[in-house]
């Protein structure tokens, strides 16, 4: 195998191993979203509350798999 | 202008969508150039007065600026003067509804004593996201650009200057109407074929050197051997014509000059069938747009191993096929720059720090420096060690904030081309899915802002409000 395959190798590989920090971001937006619909479906009235603090979450959430994302990211295209 | 447009505007939505179709058929699907930093410009494109050249995300970043100047202007000016006059509709009304609505929205979550600087804060920071996120869907953006060849430039900090790294090679394809596109078929001959052709003219062009080496010998017939390898010449331009499919008569005023001539040409042969070979299983790169200059690059990294690819060939001309050829496009989308996002995110964190001082003063440093309770209670040290983990969690906001935003919008934009790739007919499906991303990743940007700016000017010593609101 000649060097530059090697170093693509490894580069798909590291980025899609970073990419499974994803995961955790996908299971902390679909908790939020849940409970943020559950109360909506409960006291309907404070729909607007609840849904700011919902994207609040949902974006803190996917921010970690964003870290994740920027790292394979970098991986993939800044790292030579 | 309302009467003539009624009823038309499904007719040219179907006539974009026709056309639509006629490009997607006509130039081939290619996958794109990715590159995560911002692309500087070419030489020419300078800060005045020093070796800084601009990038592309740079000229992004002024048309989001004149963009927003424009609409300050315009609001401004058609802003009503008085409570008496009638609101002007159509487009001021909808930055009239767009205010109006956020208003009530950053007032349920920060309307206090500082509700004007944080919404002027987060109106600011909205409209100057939202309008380079939004800049990925405009046309021609990111894909209209400088063709030339590719080459990675580093800036040198110690040199000063630009290094220039260049990589494999690529070709560049002469389209319609004096556009040209790079790479729009890769595979326009089978990689065995062009493997068996590539072998055969490097057969020919050994044959060529031997001969040259032979000829250079004998000085005595030196005119017949300028014929005879006028003739080797041709030979080998005709089998170069039908080995790629190209016709090329590039060579044929190289050949026949010296021996150091011939040489050089059996060595430029050597690395054409190098290039082809490591080209035949790679994917493509692409842009659409002039083939401006000849580029003036200097300081090779590797020259030794590519010594013999041109670094600035005839666009034209079979050189051409040994160098990558890349868009640079004119315009990116700012979003996708870390030093955007960075500094809107350094901006954003001096303005809670800002408004943290203005409302509570000096007494604000006993959010991170706690020491006050440290003999007083049993507890003390926790509040000690809450406060720097506070420091600590401020200065991670900066990252937060400008990787959030850098990734959600690079990550689309790369999106959107690889969904062009896939689906060159259909992908706007995925415009319309980023359309909503910009959107939100603006009015997220903005509103954590305004939630933290809130946040600070809140003591955080609830039993003592008072005492500090009194104070200052």
Known sequence: MDPQSTIILGKAIGAGLAMIGAAGGGIGIGLAVGGAVQAMGRNPDHTATIQVNMILGVAFAEAVAIYALVVSLIILFVLS | ?472
């Open chain 2, 1 to 472: 202008m309302n009467s003539f447009w009624n009823g038309k505007r499904r007719f040219v939505a179907l006539l974009m969508l026709l056309a639509g179709v006629f490009v997607a058929l006509r130039v081939p699907p290619v996958i794109p150039f990715i590159q995560l930093p911002g692309e500087n410009f070419p030489e020419g494109f300078n800060v005045p007065f020093t070796d800084i050249r601009l990038t592309n995300t740079f000229a992004g970043s002024v048309i989001v600026w004149i963009l927003l100047l424009l609409f300050v202007i315009y609001v401004s000016r058609r802003r009503p003067k008085s409570g008496n006059e009638v609101p002007p509709g159509g487009f001021y009304n909808m930055f009239e509804a767009l205010f109006e609505g956020l208003m009530g929205f950053v007032g349920g979550i920060a309307g206090g004593r500082h509700f004007r600087l944080i919404f002027n804060m987060f109106m600011t920071i909205f409209l100057v996201v939202l309008l380079a996120n939004w800049m990925e869907l405009v046309p021609g953006v990111d894909t209209v650009g400088f063709i030339h060849p590719h080459v990675k430039e580093k800036y040198d900090v110690d040199s000063g200057e630009y290094k220039v790294i260049t990589t494999d090679g690529y070709e560049i394809y002469q389209g319609f109407l004096g556009i040209s596109y790079v790479n729009g078929q890769c595979d326009w001959i089978s990689p065995a074929d062009e493997a068996a052709a590539d072998e055969a003219a490097l057969v020919e062009a050994k044959a060529a050197a031997a001969a040259a080496e032979q000829a250079s010998i004998e000085d005595a017939a030196y005119a017949r051997y300028q014929a005879a390898h006028g003739e080797h010449g041709e030979e080998t331009d005709s089998t170069d014509a039908s080995s790629d499919g190209h016709g090329d008569d590039a060579h044929s005023s190289e050949s026949g000059e010296s021996d150091a001539a011939a040489a050089a040409y059996d060595e430029v042969l050597a690395a054409r069938v190098a290039a082809k070979q490591a080209r035949a299983d790679r994917s493509c790169y692409t842009g659409v747009g002039p083939v401006p200059w000849a580029d003036d690059y200097v300081g090779d990294d590797k020259a030794d191993k590519k010594k013999s690819i041109p670094l600035h060939p005839d666009p034209r001309g079979e050189e051409a096929k040994l160098v990558p050829w890349v868009v640079l496009p004119f315009v990116r989308v700012p979003s996708t720059d870390l030093n955007m996002t960075l500094s809107l995110a350094l901006i954003s964190f001096v303005m809670i720090q800002f408004i943290g001082f203005k409302a509570l003063g000096i007494g604000y440093l006993t959010k991170f420096f706690n020491f006050g309770t440290l003999f007083k209670s049993p507890l003390g040290g926790i509040d000690v060690a809450v406060g720097l983990l506070e420091l600590i969690g401020d200065f991670a906001k900066i990252l937060s904030f400008g990787f959030r935003l850098l990734g959600n919008i690079f990550a689309g934009s790369i999106l959107l081309f690889v969904m062009s790739f896939l689906v060159p007919i259909l992908p706007w499906p995925f415009f319309i899915l980023e359309f909503f991303v910009g959107v939100i990743q603006a009015l997220v940007f903005a509103l954590l802002t305004a939630i933290f700016m809130n946040l600070a000017t809140v003591s955080h010593h609830h039993d003592d409000d008072h005492d500090h609101a009194e104070a200052h």
